[in-house]
């Protein structure tokens, strides 16, 4: 199936003995000029890039206090050497995440610190040659910036804040990964990653209007541009049409539906997704960020809800209020933003909503924690609330739910292998490598309970499983969405003028 | 006054100055240097309470490295507890009178000096047995470790073996702190501890030492998770804003 070897399957991750240079060919395709110039960066690499590398890094320094600590503290302890993903995948040493940030501290070192200036031998200091440009540029790109070092560090040493200041400096010289900024490009001008424009958008969610009207005799709605809508809703563009994400949508629209709320999609705002935060970029991040603002003002809307997106839920829930708030002018009595998961779990603690949990019997389930929701953001009003609200809601929709051995879940949940910017056909056998571990922690749920199917909430996650799995002897569509749970056996209250069937739904009172 | 005292007080001053000064410049610009973005790795506390609870728990016994690995989380803690009572020990050559409790961890507390020496052996040891942290070890990991375990083997010979002459060691070091230098005895295996000490007084604020300061204004570990309900946002961060309207204002 491909030119690579596909790691086999064990019990549970073994920690490989060191490869050097087991993964320096993997590099993504370089962003052409077109892509590079609306983000604000040079087109192609500029004559005097070291230069421009060095100040950038000490800009950065000066501007994020993460950075200038996370380059000086880490005492080469070597506890965080075996918990990336793409070291137990590929064994390749510069994957292990110190090894990962010392590509960039070296270069730290040699031009800002004493030691390194003096005794650059002594302190492992490097000037920056064009071999080191080029490591960094495939090594910060087998970075899914997922956090799980971060957790094990003794001083929280978080390899993604490196591997974006990696890429920040890398785009500022005109060497720009293509995937991302070119979609970030598309954000610009049409609104979302996929360069979906208005009137498809207005097609695809009538259509999905009908279709749900057919399965359920409901007439649920799915509406774009509403004003006056009580709530914004701001979903991955997968969700419009790609499987499992858009029977998530469906699902999305059902549990409106039944809390009786007015709600709208934005086509000016059509992406939960910020690509802005992979490439380090404040200033793009924050241009993404405040399309949803803008969005929310022109709607008029009182809250603003996301959908199933990891990475997305990390900017809206951690950085949104920073980069595009304040939200004085939404409903203060509900937090800004709330997650689609916040919003059906609370009804279901109010019992608002009724489930046949029988509709999804043919499955045996499990959950996949998406980095960016376990590691980088919460849910709920309670620390951890990220791991108990999608599995109750789980539980709330199915009645066979097995959760994955510890050491792949919760805080310690391993990456899809396809996060922070590497959801790309040029960067598949690193993806494939790095989906090891939580391929190993399936199998071991699938042969002792059965399992068959697992859910998660990343549009990110959903596409890398649906292209990875068929590699580890598994289906592409054993991967599902957590509201498509929710759809599969939410009861929808009838209206008086709405046949129905009866299976499905229950008369409104 | 001999040779040999002058030396060491001035190389002590200069010793002494270096860290305080090199430490007090790092901390100013962890303290100065914002950070934009709310990073807290979570789970994390939602109160000011519950990071001050995070942090002890990271210091006091380093409960993420327990996580990440239970041998070097032995070493290391044990290393860094037996440090600390053998640096408490050593109090008393400060000060006169001496603390009570100082007086009262001294029978014992000599015999940390082995608990450090196993902790900084186990230590090394990492740095050849286990293949990536060879690795990511530079020349400076395993000076730094040769470094401590030259003070502690030096400084425990003197407790064990060959004692020196303390009470005019003592003599010295409170006539340095009130400029009123009394003579150093010449004692070599004193002389080689005090060498050592001096240099990694030097070296500390130039090096991965700066994990001591570091651990306490690291984001991930320090923020409270409760970007929802207050808006964080860097000075630089507000400057671009304020920039921005003006422009929008203008044209
Ligand atoms: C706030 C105080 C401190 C804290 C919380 C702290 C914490 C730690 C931790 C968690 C490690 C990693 C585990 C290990 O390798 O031992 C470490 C390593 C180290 N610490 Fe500290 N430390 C502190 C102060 C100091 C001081 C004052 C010294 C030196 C005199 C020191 C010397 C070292 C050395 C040399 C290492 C690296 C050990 C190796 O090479 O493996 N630490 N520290
Ligand atoms: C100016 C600073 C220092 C002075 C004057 C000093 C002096 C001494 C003396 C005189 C002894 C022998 C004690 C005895 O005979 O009972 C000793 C022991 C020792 N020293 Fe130091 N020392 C200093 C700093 C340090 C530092 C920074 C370390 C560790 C990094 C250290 C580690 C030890 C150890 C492990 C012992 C043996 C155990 C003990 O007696 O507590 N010393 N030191
Ligand atoms: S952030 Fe994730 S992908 Fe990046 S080095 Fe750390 S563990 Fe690996
Ligand atoms: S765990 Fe932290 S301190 Fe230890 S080697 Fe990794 S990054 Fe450095």
Known sequence: ?509 | MTFLTVVYALLFYVATGVLLFGLGYKIRLYWKTPQPLKIPTTPAPVTTGGVVLRMLKEVTVFASLFKGNKWTWLFGWTFHAALLVVLLRHLRYFQEPVWEWVRLIQPFGKYAAFAMLGGLVGLWARRFLVDRVRYISAPSDHLMLALLLGIGISGASMTFVAHADIVSLKAFFLGLMRFDWQPLPADPLLLIHLLLVATLMIVFPFSKLLHAPGVFFSPTRNQVDNPRERRHIAPWAEELERKERQQAAAG
């Not at chain 1, 005097?48 to 950038?56: C, G, P, T």
């Not at chain 1, 800002?112 to 440009?133: M, Q, S």
């Not at chain 1, 200033?283 to 399309?291: D, Q, S």
């Not at chain 1, 603690?349 to 019997?361: I, M």
């Open chain 1, 1 to 509: 199936m491909a030119e690579f070897d596909i790691p086999e399957l064990k019990e549970y991750p073994i920690v490989p003995h060191i490869k050097p240079g087991a993964m320096e060919h993997s590099k993504p395709f370089v962003a052409k000029p077109e892509f590079q110039e609306p983000l604000g960066y040079p087109g192609e690499l500029v004559d005097n890039w070291q230069q421009v590398a060095i100040e950038k890094l000490g800009e950065l320094k000066g501007k994020y206090r993460s950075l200038q600590v996370f380059l000086d503290a880490c005492v080469k302890c070597g506890a965080c050497t075996d918990k990336c993903h793409y070291y137990l995948g590929t064994a390749d040493p510069k994957n292990m995440p110190v090894a990962r940030q010392d590509l960039l501290r070296k270069v730290y070192r040699r031009y800002y610190t004493f030691a390194g200036k003096y005794f650059p031998k002594l302190v492992g200091a490097v000037d920056l040659t064009r071999e080191v440009l080029d490591d960094w540029y495939a090594y910060y790109h087998q970075c899914s910036q997922c956090r799980r070092c971060s957790v094990y560090c003794p001083y929280g040493i978080d390899t993604a804040e490196i591997s974006m200041a990696a890429r920040e400096i890398m785009d500022s010289i005109g060497l720009g990964q293509k995937y991302c900024n070119e979609i970030i490009g598309k954000v610009f001008k049409i609104g979302n990653n996929l360069g979906l424009p208005e009137p498809a958008l207005a097609d695809t969610l009538e259509g999905l209007e009908e279709e749900v009207y057919e399965d359920t005799g409901v007439k649920v709605r799915y509406p774009l541009d509403e004003e006056g809508a009580e709530i914004l809703l701001v979903t991955p563009s997968a969700d419009f049409f790609a499987e499992p994400h858009v029977d998530g949508l469906i699902g999305y629209g059902k549990v409106f539906h039944e809390a009786g709320v007015s709600w709208t999609l934005s086509s000016y705002a059509s992406e939960a997704a910020n690509f802005g935060m992979f490439i380090g970029s404040y200033e793009n991040m924050r241009r993404v960020a405040l399309r949803i603002r803008e969005a929310a003002i022109k709607l008029g809307v009182k809250r603003i809800v996301f959908g199933e997106c990891g990475h997305a839920w990390r900017v809206a829930y951690s950085f949104l209020n920073t980069l595009a708030g304040p939200f004085d002018f939404l409903d203060p009595n509900y937090p800004v933003p709330q997650h689609i998961c916040e919003f059906t779990y609370d009804l279901i603690q109010q019992g608002r909503l009724k489930f046949d949990k029988s509709e999804n019997d043919h499955m045996v389930l499990t959950f996949h924690d998406s980095c960016n929701v376990a590691r980088a953001s919460r849910m709920g009003n309670f620390p951890g609330g990220q791991f108990v609200i999608p599995r109750e809601i789980i539980k709330a929709t199915c009645n066979h739910f097995y959760d994955m051995d510890d050491w792949g879940i919760k805080e310690a949940t391993f990456c899809c292998g396809g996060g922070g910017g590497l959801l790309t056909d040029d960067l598949m056998e690193i993806r494939i490598k790095g989906a090891l571990p939580r391929m190993e922690a399936l199998k071991d749920v699938v042969e002792n309970y059965g399992v068959t199917h697992m859910a998660a909430i990343c549009a990110i996650c959903k596409s890398q499983f649906t292209k990875v799995l068929p590699y580890y002897g598994f289906t592409m569509d054993q991967i599902v969405s957590v509201h498509q749970l929710v759809s599969n056996a939410i009861i929808l209250t009838r209206g008086k003028d709405e046949p129905g069937d009866e299976a499905d739904t229950a008369e409104a009172a």
